[in-house]
Every structure is written in structure tokens, then in C-alpha cells.
């Protein structure tokens, strides 16, 4: 432990400064840490490594959510995300996991050939998820009596508007139906909407929810993957009408969207009106730059980047963490954290030190 004395303080969770620092309310009085998720097997590693779960049972059914809360706040972080969330189907490849902490059952990814829907016919047949199910909201009920009060729930993760769509049809049949089926790909995105909008409305039903994280990757690393036009109307749209509803009940509308999206970043700032942004490559942009430039508009969150995280010593890690830091944290609106999320790839001390760094900051 001696290695991270910043992990030896242990300042209190404080949603209420968070949320301030999302809004962008002055400079801070503490770096705050902010992630999508953890991986399970850099969570379970955490709790295993720091001893977080002494005392509670592993028959506990709630011995997962009670480890949420023990990593989250050994990270500092001042919150946990959950909220109503819906499963699709999906077509899936698996590989062998080659991570350091590698999964048993493999790495699945997405098949871009083909996807559920990929005709009127499908579209006709599918069985679409229901959103009002009541066991949606098991864990949000269980966090508004037993989260502790010094940690608020951050809504999420949903809005996968870009994503399901590209999902459900398959990226190639969805480029295709761009131009040939362009009824079926509004007829898929806004049934997305309805879907969405109910996950979204049932979870601000909860006083402990104060944010809500919208997840959709929107790109990659050169562009958009749909034209910026079809980005608009096809999903950009559809965000604006979530973070008007987010925004109405008084909470702040923060977007996890990887890829270059410099071609729609206004209209995520200044038309859908996110909060905060969050996602960034180096070989896109930095968030040091992004800083400089829409940084003065939203929120920024993470930026440690993912590849750096992996191939670098610890010592350089802390060196790029106090430099992000001292380029970011003026003026509020940037919580430190990685580029993407704590993948089990990313070595577990590499993480560590990057927390430990942000603690020590002053």
C-alpha cells in the first residue's frame, strides 16, 4: 500500500461537489473521478486485493451492489451508475481473452454482417424488449434505501440510439438501408426512442438519481460512422428529446461517445445540449485540447488515454495524470478517469497509480 499514498486518503464522497463540477460552478476543491464502469475482473481485483468486503457474505444477493459501492468509493468516486435498462438480442463473434486478467468464456464482439433486423419482414416479427417490466427497477429501489448519503446514483447506462440501431440491423445492412430502406432505419430509430424514453423516465423517478449517462458510440477514429447528416436525424435527434427530458427534471445530460466526432460536436453542445462529454482517444484528440476549445461549453470527462494506460510505466502515468490535471481542473467541469473505462486489459497497477496521482493532486 505504501506505493499509493494517495489512496491512504480518503476524503468523503460529496455528490453535491460533483454535480457543481459538472455545471462547471469554479474550480473544485478536489479532483473528482469519474468512470463508465469498471470491468467485473478489475472490480472483483480491487475488492480481492484491498480487502473491500470484509464481512459480507458472498451469498449475500446483494453482495454485488455492495461491492459497487465499496470499489466506487475506494476510487473516490462520489456515486454509482444504474438505472432501467433493456437487453437485445444481437449477433455476437467470440475470441480467446488475452487480457491480463482475462475472461473464461472469451471476448464478444459485435458481427457487422448481419443483425435481427434486416427487413420490413424482421421488423415486423421482432419481439421488442419491454421497458415498463417491474424487475427493471430491483437495483434502483435497492440504492434509494441503502445508498449512502454522501453518493448519489448517476442514471444510466442508456441511450444506445446509434448503437442499437447499427446492432439490430448489422453495420453493413444499415450503410445499405441508408440509402435503400431509409423508412426501416427511421421505423428501427424511433421505436429506439420509445424504448429509451421510458428507460429514461422511470429512472429519474428516483431522488437519488442526479445525472443521467447516455452511452452511444457515434464514431471511430477517423469520422462518423453514418454521415453527419444521417447522424442528425437518425440519432442526434432522438438524444436532443433525452436530454430535454433529463434536463426538465433537473438533471444534468452527460454523452459516452467514442470516435471523432468533430463534425457534430456543436450539435451536441449547442442543439442536443449535453452536459459533459466523455471518451477520448489521443490519436482523435486530446482532452487537454478539448479543453481549450468546447471544453469552455461542457463538462469533460476522463482522457487518460487507454493505450497509454496500458504500454506505460507508472511514474509516466502520474507525470500525464498532474499535466491533464493542470490544464483541466481550472475553472471546474473535468473529472479525471480513463479514455474509455477500466478494461481488464489495462494493467491493475497502471490504474492505481493514476487514482493514487489524482488523490495527491493539490
Known sequence: MTQYAGLQRKPAPN?????????????????????????????????????????????????????????????????????????????????????????????????????PIMSWEDFEKFTWPDPHAPELTTNLEWFEKNLPEDMCVIGGL???LAEELSWLMGYETLCFALY?????VEAIAAKLLEIFRVCLE??????????????????????LLISPDDTRK????????????????????????????????????????IDAKHSFEDTIESVCDAKKTYGQKIALIGGIDMDFLCRSEPQAIRKRVRE???????????????GNSVANYIPLDNYLAMVDEGRLYA
Not at 431522488?207 to 477517423?222: C, I, M, N
Not at 438533471?251 to 449547442?270: F, Q, V
Open 234 to 273: 437518425f440519432v442526434l435527434a432522438n438524444h436532443k428529446v433525452l436530454a430535454e427530458i433529463s434536463h426538465k427534471a433537473g438533471r444534468p445530460y452527460l454523452l459516452h461517445a467514442c470516435g471523432n466526432l468533430s463534425d457534430i460536436i456543436d450539435d451536441l453542445t449547442d442543439d442536443v445540449k
Open 158 to 160: 442508456g441511450g444506445h
Open 180 to 184: 435503400e430502406q431509409r423508412d426501416l
Open 324 to 338: 491533464t490535471l493542470d490544464v483541466c481542473l481550472p475553472g471546474g467541469g473535468y473529472c479525471l478517469g480513463t
Open 15 to 115: 455528490w453535491r461537489g460533483l454535480v457543481d463540477n459538472i455545471l462547471r460552478k469554479g474550480t473544485p476543491d478536489r479532483v473528482y473521478h469519474m468512470e463508465l464502469f469498471h470491468d467485473a475482473e478489475i472490480r472483483n481485483a480491487i475488492a480481492d486485493r484491498f480487502d473491500l468486503l470484509a464481512g459480507v457474505r458472498r451469498d449475500d444477493p446483494r453482495y454485488e451492489l455492495k461491492k459497487l459501492i465499496a470499489v466506487n468509493r475506494f476510487c473516490g468516486f462520489d456515486y454509482v451508475v444504474a438505472g432501467v435498462g433493456v437487453a437485445f438480442p444481437s449477433y455476437r463473434a467470440v475470441a480467446e481473452d488475452s487480457a491480463g486478467l482475462a475472461r473464461s468464456n472469451g471476448r464478444s464482439f459485435q458481427d457487422e454482417h448481419t443483425g
Open 202 to 223: 422511470r429512472t429519474l423517478e428516483y431522488s437519488r438519481v442526479r445525472l443521467y449517462w447516455s452511452s452511444d458510440d457515434l464514431g471511430f477514429r477517423t469520422g
